[in-house]
């Protein structure tokens, strides 16, 4: 059974993070695949005054590349 998930801040350092402690108000959705993300950790790009946060450097790359292509989420 899964509790948490090990993450890597910005700064590198790899963190636990229990589910139990991550508020639902603060969970974003990554608009290219739909995944959970936490825009405390994740990576982001801001497109028309709007910031979108996404789960990886892929999904964040190939959004750049067409934002107008993928719906918003």
Not at 43 to 54: A, I, L, Q, R, V
Request: contains cysteine; positive net charge; glycine residues 8%.
């Amino acid at each position: 059974m899964i509790f948490g998930v090990n993450l890597i801040n910005e700064a590198g350092n790899l963190i636990y993070m229990p589910f139990w402690k991550r508020k639902k108000a603060e969970i974003r959705i990554d608009p290219l695949c739909g995944k959970e993300v936490d825009p405390k950790l994740a990576m982001f790009s801001e497109h028309m005054g709007e910031t979108y946060y996404f789960c990886s450097g892929g999904c964040k790359q190939k959004w750049e590349e067409n934002p107008h292509k993928h719906p918003r989420m």
